[in-house]
């Protein structure tokens, strides 16, 4: 659009002429230009025209006439779920849907009463159904009743050809082969939310997709889903389909092998049958979550089923808190299990040695008041061994004053106490591991050195989760290896190709020496096979177990449990937490179990044999005979 | 009153209009009588209706003060509107992944809508200052370059291309009707293709790639593009040379939903009407643009021009862009039909449009033998 005489328009050349016959004249040619280009287009726009609606026209007036061409969806099928040994837990099973697309219907009323016959369902329900969807197109499927069972299916199948517009819609389902079994871990699905949708975590996602929600569902959502497909067909005017147009290919979700082994899975879950708490157990040598058990369970085919409102409700307001995974997500106060980690703090600050010897006259004097040791008659002289092996509260009295409440922390710490372990599964609770300085900011208060006393023992306003506590003892075991404990060891897509095996990872080498290990280990193995040891019970010939014993004084109940509630609803569950966290062989140790048992007495009676069986049936190993003692 | 306004306005625009409403209304009763059938309380064609007469209200508003009131006013409304397509990327309502819409005292509307009639007068404002000439140099296009590129990156933000795109098209018109000298065409093709290969490959992510081929070819995403191109083409086709006649479309049972009223409105048109009805409302566009640059050729200034020749490319392109888009010669974008798809904000603003090009139109006597 240059000037037609090349010589650019100024303004001294304009300024004799008005408007009207200088620019006017520049912009006369630009006014046709515009317009021919757009005359072009519209002819342009006009052949096309032409093209679809004369030269084709009587091929897309049959298509519109004869055929109509509808999306049709293909679900894609979750992934596989095993354990560590390929054990399918959670597997896809078909669910056949029953749909009718009103549009290719012919007699509605009989078409429903036919198809109530065979499904052995009310017209009502169904009549329910479509006025709650009336406002859908006519040519939408709508889902009259979902997962019908093998003789209501071959019934319909068998007389769908007189029935048009009743469609049987495959869609596969989640089947936990285990149910009630790691049902924590596992986790649920449920269909996915409106507001989830519109979120970008679920960008591609459609309404009435299950998501999963909670434990390795929820958290490996992302590998598991898979993406779905769907096709464009032609159907002839009673519904059938002519031709596929075309297809897009779902894309099956990737398969999760889990580090849990569910023989000992099932173990641990029967020995919390009756109780309220959790075990874990951990390989000591690198991490892997061998078994993750809390009670009580729930049932995760009543999610996929859909719960009923009402089943919900009972669920979601139980006391018992069914959903709560409370090896993760309850925290509970340690009591004598933190004492090992007081005792490797004191030595490695050189507070304490193998020749400190405390005497206990069964309470230790402090201001004016008395601190009790659990055995009012004292336990007479305390070296550290033995203080563990009686699990000594006023040995401990002393070392947690020597220490502080600050370097009792920074130790805690260093075992991974009072910060999440990084599971990578939702609602891991942090547990906590007080400070002076936290104090006041939570309180407002000042530390009050009395209540050091309490945090050397365990109680006050330590919380820990029987994860964290497991954890931390596998890294005594190990020599000071914290691991970052892992539920997922391997990801693998469809094609052998696409295999993610996931390696452990160390999060700190814990800064204690060896000899200040051995030390400890020693007094944990002495607590089961000395004769004065608390759990000495539990000795076995064939395997050495070591462990620590504890009992959480209730005051501090878990955090995360309606306290009031529960308390209201048992009120003879006044007793004390038990723990018991303990690893085997002693010499080298391959696992880690850690057992609480919430309002369970004693940790010696109530925890500590179940730890003992978890780590028998981890070895193989046969109980000796009760009977001997 | 002065009667040389009553005498100069142009009755001719208003009668194109009046019967490509009446286009529009035919098609969205028809699209909509499905459904306005199943549930009369929710009728949208009412609603439409309704609309219309705001629009109607505005544009009689628009022809009361003298449009050289806006060439000083300009700047600040400009102003305003991109102040709104900021605040509309931070407190906008979201829809879709999408934020476009700004609720203001229980009214939504969408900025972007009204960034089209600002930009035309603020570019008409400046480009009909004394200092710059038709032919300007390129120290003259730096703000004007600006002026278009601010808008429009917001406008991609929300993200809402078809706007994006209209925005850029009004603005080009205006600069190319000023006129651009080729040498500066050259030099912008030179610098900017270069750098549309490492762009492609280095800066966009796969999913952006993936929404642009799909724009450009639609059959790459039969689910969702690729199928409404086709439905829309079988409903045009079926259409053949005579229609299949008002209300006998079929394409109520085609799944093109929830479109079919809005950007796919001329596929309903074009079933019902045939290749005569479409012909009819291309003749229709034609005359409504050379209608109007009847009008900015008279019209007494160069700002007055300007003004015409923009609103006139706002509604040329968006009509072109989307018939082009239905009748699937042109990518997929969100673009509504002018006056004939449903839809309030765009309603008002065209209305706002063809006031103003009437406005320009009764006041050109100042240069009129008296």
């Known amino acids: 659009m240059s000037p037609r005489k090349n010589k650019p328009l100024k303004l001294e050349n304009l300024k004799h002429f008005n408007w009207e016959v200088a620019e006017a004249s520049v912009f006369q040619r630009h006014y046709l230009l515009l317009l021919v280009l757009v005359l072009v287009v519209l002819f342009i726009y006009s052949l096309r025209l032409w093209h679809l609606q004369v030269v084709q026209g009587a091929k897309y007036r049959y298509q519109s006439e004869n055929n109509r061409i509808r999306l049709e969806d293909i679900p894609a099928p979750r992934g596989i779920i095993f354990d560590r040994n390929g054990i399918p837990l959670v597997e896809n099973r078909p669910a056949y849907h029953l749909q009718i697309i009103r549009e290719d219907v012919q007699d509605l009323s009989q078409t429903l009463q036919e198809l109530a016959r065979l499904t052995g369902r009310n017209v009502e329900d169904f009549l329910d159904v479509l006025e709650a969807n009336k406002h859908l197109p006519k040519f939408v499927p709508i889902r009259l009743a979902a997962d019908l069972d093998r003789d209501s299916l071959a019934r319909v199948e068998a007389q769908r050809v007189r029935l048009p517009g009743v469609v049987i819609h495959l869609e596969p389902k989640r089947e936990y082969r285990f149910n009630k079994t790691a049902a924590h871990l596992i986790g649920y699905l449920s269909e996915i939310t409106e507001s989830e949708l519109k979120s970008e975590h679920y960008e591609g996602y459609v309404m009435g997709e299950d998501i999963g929600k909670f434990g390795v569902e929820g958290a490996f959502e992302k590998y598991l889903h898979g993406k779905r497909g769907g096709r464009q067909v032609e159907v002839d005017a009673v519904g059938r389909r002519r031709r596929v147009l075309d297809e897009v290919l779902p894309i099956s979700g990737r398969n999760v092998w889990l580090t849990i082994d569910i023989e000992l899975q099932k173990a641990a879950e029967a020995c919390l049958e009756g109780r309220v708490g959790a075990i874990v157990a951990i390989d000591t040598n690198s991490g892997a979550v061998l078994a993750l058990a809390s009670n009580p369970v729930f049932d995760q085919e009543k999610f996929i089923r859909g719960l009923k409102r009402d089943e919900w409700q009972a669920l979601s307001k139980d006391p018992t808190h069914p959903l709560l995974n409370r090896a993760i997500g309850a925290a509970y106060p340690p009591g004598s299990v933190y004492k090992p980690f007081v005792a490797l703090a004191a030595l490695k600050e050189g507070l304490i040695s193998t020749e400190t010897s405390i005497g206990c006259p069964g309470y230790f004097p402090f201001g004016n008041r008395r601190y009790r040791c659990w055995r009012d008659r004292g336990h007479g002289a305390m070296d550290l061994e033995s203080a563990i092996i009686q699990s000594c509260d006023v040995y401990f009295y002393q070392t947690g004053m020597r220490l502080g409440v600050d370097r009792i922390a920074q130790y805690a710490n260093y075992f991974g106490l009072g910060e999440r372990t990084g599971i990578g599964l939702h609602g891991e609770h942090p547990g906590l591991i007080p400070t002076s300085s936290w104090k006041r900011r939570a309180t407002g208060v000042p530390w009050q050195k009395g209540e050091t006393l309490s945090i050397a023992i365990g109680q006050g306003f330590n919380l820990t989760t029987p994860l964290q506590i497991t954890l931390a003892y596998s890294a005594i075991a190990n020599g000071g290896k914290l691991w970052q404990p892992f539920v997922v060891k391997r990801i693998e897509g469809n094609g052998p190709a696409m295999v993610d095996e996931i390696k452990p990872r160390l999060r700190r080498r814990i800064p204690i020496d060896d000899r200040h290990f051995q030390l400890v280990q020693k007094g944990l193995l002495g607590v089961v096979e000395d004769s004065r040891g608390t759990a000495k019970a539990i000795k076995q010939k064939s395997v050495a177990i070591a462990g620590k014993t504890g009992t959480a004084q209730v005051v501090g109940m878990a955090e995360g449990v309606n306290r009031k509630l529960l308390e209201k609803i048992a009120r003879h569950k006044e007793r004390d937490h038990a723990w018991f966290v303990g690893y085997a062989p002693a010499g080298e140790p391959q696992i880690a179990v850690g057992a609480l048992v919430e309002h369970g007495g004693h940790g010696s009676s109530a925890a500590a044999p179940l730890v003992q069986k978890v780590i028998l049936s981890y070895l193989g190993i046969e109980a000796d005979e009760p009977s001997k003692k | ?370």
């Not at chain 2, 409403?21 to 309704?50: R, V």
């Not at chain 2, 007469?53 to 009361?64: D, I, N």
Request: aromatic share 12%.
């Open chain 2, 1 to 370: 009153m002065d009667r040389r306004l009553v005498e100069n306005f142009d009755w001719p625009i208003v009668g194109v209009l009046l019967a490509i409403i009446c286009i529009g209304l035919m098609s969205i009763y028809s699209a909509l009588y499905p459904q306005i059938q199943a549930n009369p309380a929710h009728n949208l064609f009412i609603k439409q209706l309704l609309w219309l007469a705001v629009g109607f209200t505005v544009l009689f508003c628009s022809l009361l003060v003298d449009y050289q009131v806006l060439k000083r006013l300009s700047l600040w409304l400009y102003l305003l509107v991109l102040i709104s397509l900021v605040a509309v990327l931070f407190i906008g309502k979201e829809v879709n992944g999408a934020r476009r819409w700004l609720e203001i005292g229980g009214f939504q509307f969408q900025p972007s809508e009204f960034m089209k009639i600002a930009i035309v007068l603020q570019l008409a404002s400046y480009f009909s200052s004394k200092d710059v000439q038709p032919y300007p140099g390129v120290r003259k296009l730096i703000l004007p370059a600006l002026m278009i590129i601010a808008p429009t990156v917001l406008i991609l933000a929300e993200p809402d291309l078809g706007t994006a795109i209209v925005i850029l098209c009004i603005s080009g018109t205006l600069v190319l009707f000023m006129g651009i000298r080729w040498r500066y065409l050259l030099l912008s093709a030179v610098a900017i293709l270069p750098m549309i290969y490492p762009v492609w490959e280095h800066v966009l992510k796969p999913y952006q790639k993936k929404r642009i081929l799909i724009l450009l070819r639609p059959d790459l995403d039969p689910l969702g593009a690729g199928y409404h191109i086709r439905q829309s083409k079988i409903a045009i086709g079926s259409g053949m040379f005579g229609g299949k006649g008002f209300l006998n479309g079929t394409q109520n049972k085609l799944h093109f939903l929830p479109e079919k009223h809005t950007d796919f409105i001329f596929s309903v048109w074009a079933e019902e009407w045939g290749f005569v009805g479409c012909v009819i409302l291309l003749v229709l566009v034609a005359a409504l643009i050379a209608l109007a640059f009847r009008v900015a050729r008279r019209s007494k200034d160069r700002f007055g021009s300007l003004v015409v020749v923009g609103m006139a490319s706002l509604i040329l392109w968006q009509a072109l862009i989307n018939i082009g888009m239905v009748i699937g010669l042109l990518p997929v974008v969100g673009i509504t039909l002018p006056f004939v798809s449903y839809g309030g904000s765009s309603i008002i603003s065209l209305c706002l449009a063809i006031g103003l090009i009437e406005n320009v139109s009764m006041r050109r006597f100042v240069f009129q033998n008296r």
